[in-house]
């Protein structure tokens, strides 16, 4: 057996090791130009243990596109059966229009495997004010659901004062087109400020910043690889072989999202 050969089976042994359970994982339009191109959101389910993910928290695109409640409900269709899929709801402010229908759309999705929600105020054209989502963010904070923000669609003191009002809120940072390595400042100053600030493992970029945003027994990464639309091995290769401890390499890729679900 060559070098490289038995340097691959070490990899995937490693990440096999880590039980991975990635919470960002998407289904996203057919044509869209992913990693892997692939004709069904079941192929895209299937798809997951080549890349060695266990488990996955999946969103839908489409919810950007049509409506974010059309696009949960194909979401919550495509996980049925699946163990170990769960659901990435997105919410916005029209599903808190008439009283009690937040709750009710909540626990329909908690119903439904809920692990995370996502918000896209500059996609879906909404403050994140209180005025606006103030029942939402509270709601969140309530059930003990973490909130996936994209680091393009609010500004970093829109971030700040989300974690200022729901301290108990933890929030996730990530975003598709523009590495985390642009804005290290802002987020050293996040990470020292605010204790519910988290970023997602795949687009940190390079591994120095994984081991700058976590500290002994403080993690502040979790394991999200942005499925299929780009390739999981960009976030396993910076966690498995960063200057951190073993348990918190677990806590990154397993442990923060076993939280959510066995609260």
Known sequence: MSEVSQKVIEYKAKIKELKPFDISCCFPPI????????????????????????????WNMDCNIVSPIAGNE?????????????????????????EG?????????????LVAARMFPTKLVHSMQDWCVGNILAALEKRGIPLILWHTEVSW???????????????????????????SKNQA?????????????YNLGQYGILEALNTANDCRVVLATNYPVSNPQMSFGIITEANVSEETKAYICHGFAEEIINK
């Open 74 to 98: 194909e979401a919550i269709r495509a996980i049925k059966g699946h163990d170990n899929c769960y659901l990435c709801a997105v919410l916005s402010p029209d599903m808190d229009v008439k």
């Open 189 to 201: 100053m996040l990470i020292k400020k605010f204790k519910n600030i988290y970023f997602g493992s």
């Open 31 to 58: 044509d869209y130009n992913s990693l892997d191109k692939f004709t069904s959101k079941e192929a895209i389910i299937n798809g997951l243990a080549k890349h060695g993910i266990e488990r996955a928290a999946f």
């Open 101 to 113: 229908d937040l709750d009710k759309y909540l626990d329909y999705y908690a119903e439904n495997k």
């Open 157 to 183: 003191d829109t971030v700040a004062s989300i974690a200022t009002r729901y301290p108990n809120l933890k929030i996730i940072i990530e975003a598709i087109d523009k590495k985390m390595l642009y804005h």
